[in-house]
């Protein structure tokens, strides 16, 4: 009997090792910069434990406990010098061990501290993974996820694309002359139905596996840099999907806005800058859900903007990011996004962002690049900005039809390049003809070959950022189907097995279409020899009797584009330009190599 009473006391003392509790990060970098390191720790009746660590340069700064008490948060210390490995957590309750549990501290890689982010020399190729390449057909079916099976014939429904599916196609991408790949979301979406686009995340940390793994993540960030290829991460701060695993036990009642009821966002933007603006409105558009089922995340609670942040540097490490491109910019709290552009860029001083702002007025989109003295105050370390302005200027100013009067046709686009005032960098601006959510560029150019490359061949040669989206090359085009994004964003032919056309090798393309991808390979790899398109600086001169001529140049190179709307050819006096173009005698046309006195498109 006194055996038996030994043995429970000796059974009761024992702590349990925690194998399903919920820890984020994953885990952490040994030299960081920032020491601090905040640890979410979900596991049943956590918050009233203890935590304790025994490992050389690891300190508990503080602990917390959520509302919930299944969550515990761990603010630790690491020391400059605390060396990689693994350590034990021990959580006790009234003096006994009740869990342990282990994290790993990883060295980082060589250089990770100064990796060069995306900029002007680069050229980046829009990815809706979904629907680009099915490298590997057994994640087609995945019975664990809600939406378990793909369905081609249905545009929001999965088809079936994947990480694979963009390794296998790599040699394409850069063979085409891009140097940098976005692909949209590829983390966990596991809603119930039209997931494929990736902006309802469910786990910050995993990989959708209808995508594939981490590891295939990994690998395609090592071979993307290996063929001179910059990955691009497109990341969700402002909202998650509704099924998130946290959804049903919030850390904090506050974690989430209007967590009770569905309050959708007026979509109002401008609050952020109308100094009329009132205090129910700013609320409605930044607290509001983006969607019915995108809950708004509240990166105001300090624990929550932690979180989020975290989850950025963890993924620029494990990934080895060249870039992260931030989508519904402006919908997250201002001072969080301060926060967590400044935190990054502290980290990493060559690494850039990217954040979407979808307003067409420059004094709005430029208000969130670093560097903007605004009259609020307001400043922020975002380094690149999404030029809606002049890709709608762009478009407007080739559809137009008549250009007798004032402010018709091409004189659209040079008036909106004059509103570069605006930025304090504007060669930092994200410039694009298209994107995943609009019409393919050469649908909204009314199926005009001619126009649509000529919209490419400007925005690979003004100032900034250039982004290309994946079929754009072969004019892919959703005409008919207005706005609809699952045709928006198709497949791109030759990613499936069985496709009669083949867009990575040419099979069965139209004439137009190879000619598009012909010119385009050739105007993107000349590119990369340019550095007065990379780097140089502009002059443009009005626009007139339909042709727009403007010069990218150094104090070594001189680029002339000449946008010439005319349906015939036309004869340009070069006298007009004799301020810019002096001593110069003649001149080559880059896409033919003749010599000539200026470069026509």
């Known amino acids: 009997m006194r055996i038996y009473r030994f043995l429970l006391i000796c059974i009761a003392s024992i702590s349990v090792l925690i194998t399903n509790a919920q820890i984020e990060p994953l885990n952490w970098w040994v030299g960081m910069k920032n020491p601090n390191l905040q640890l979410l720790i979900h596991e049943a009746n956590i918050g009233d434990a203890k935590a304790s660590i025994q490992y050389p340069g690891v300190t508990i700064k503080k602990q917390t406990p959520g509302d919930s008490k299944n969550y515990l948060f761990l603010d630790l210390v690491i020391a400059a010098n605390t060396r990689p490995g693994t350590f034990k957590i021990n959580f006790t309750k009234n003096g006994q061990s009740v869990y342990k549990a282990d994290y790993t501290l990883l060295a980082r890689e060589p250089g990770s501290a100064y990796r060069q982010g995306f900029n002007s020399s680069d050229v980046m190729y829009l990815i809706t993974p979904d629907r680009f390449a099915n490298g590997d057909e057994s994640n087609d079916v995945n019975t664990a996820m809600r939406e378990k099976t793909i369905n081609r014939a249905n545009d929001g429904a999965r088809h079936g694309g994947d990480i694979r599916g963009i390794i296998n196609h790599l040699d394409y991408i850069s063979g085409m002359g891009f140097t940098a790949i976005w692909p949209t979301p590829m983390l966990e979406n596991d809603m119930e139905r039209h997931s494929y686009h990736g902006y309802s995340i469910t ?3 995993k990989v959708d596996p209808r995508f594939g793994t981490l590891d295939e993540y990994k690998e395609l960030a090592q071979k ?4 001179g290829l910059k990955l691009i991460f497109d990341e969700v701060l402002n909202h998650t999907g509704s099924n998130y695993w946290w959804m049903h036990d919030l850390p904090f009642k506050d974690w989430i806005n209007y967590p009770d009821t569905l309050i959708r966002s007026s979509h109002r933007r401008t609050v952020n800058q109308d ?22 995340m509240n990166a105001a609670n300090p624990f929550c903007g932690t979180y989020l942040i975290q989850n950025s540097v963890w993924w620029i490490e494990t990934l080895q990011l060249g870039g992260i491109r931030q989508d519904t910019y402006c919908y997250s709290d201002k001072d969080f996004l301060t926060r967590w552009s400044c935190t990054i860029m502290n980290e990493y001083p060559s690494f850039s962002l990217v954040g979407e702002e979808w307003s067409l007025n420059p004094m709005i989109t430029s208000y969130w690049q670093s560097g903007k003295n605004n009259s609020d105050g307001y400043k922020s370390c975002l380094g690149s900005v999404m030029c809606f302005p002049l890709q709608s200027a762009l478009i407007n100013a080739l559809n137009d039809k008549e250009e007798n009067k004032w402010e018709e046709g091409m004189v659209k686009l040079y008036e909106e390049l004059a509103n570069d005032f605006a930025y304090p960098n504007p060669e930092k601006t994200l410039v694009f003809s298209d994107n995943h959510d609009m019409d393919r560029i050469y649908t909204q150019l009314n199926d005009n070959a001619a126009l649509t490359k000529m919209a490419q061949t400007y925005i690979l040669t003004v100032r900034g950022i250039p982004q290309l989206f994946y079929g754009d090359e072969i004019l892919m085009t959703n ?6 994004d699952g045709l928006i964003r198709s497949d791109f032919p030759g990613g499936w097995k069985g496709d009669s ?5 040419g099979q069965g393309l139209r004439a137009d279409q190879k000619d598009m991808q012909d010119y385009l390979r050739k105007l993107l790899n000349w ?13 443009h001169f009005v626009p007139f009797n339909k042709v727009y001529v403007y010069f990218r140049y150094t104090n070594r190179e001189t680029v002339m584009v000449v946008v010439n709307k005319n349906k015939t050819e036309t004869t340009v006096d070069s006298r007009r330009f004799d301020e810019f173009l002096g001593a110069y005698m003649t001149g080559r046309n880059v896409m033919t190599g003749n010599d000539f006195i200026a470069f026509f498109i």
Request: aromatic residues 12%; positive net charge.
């Open 224 to 227: 993307a840099k290996a063929k």
């Open 501 to 505: 056309v083949n867009g990575f090798t």
């Open 275 to 296: 100094k009329y603006a009132s205090g129910y409105d700013r609320d409605l558009m930044i607290k509001g859900w983006f969607d019915r089922t995108m809950p708004d």
């Open 479 to 484: 005409t008919g189907h207005h706005k609809v």
């Open 203 to 205: 786990n910050h940390y």
């Open 527 to 539: 590119r990369k020899t340019s550095q007065a398109i990379q780097n140089g600086k502009t002059l």
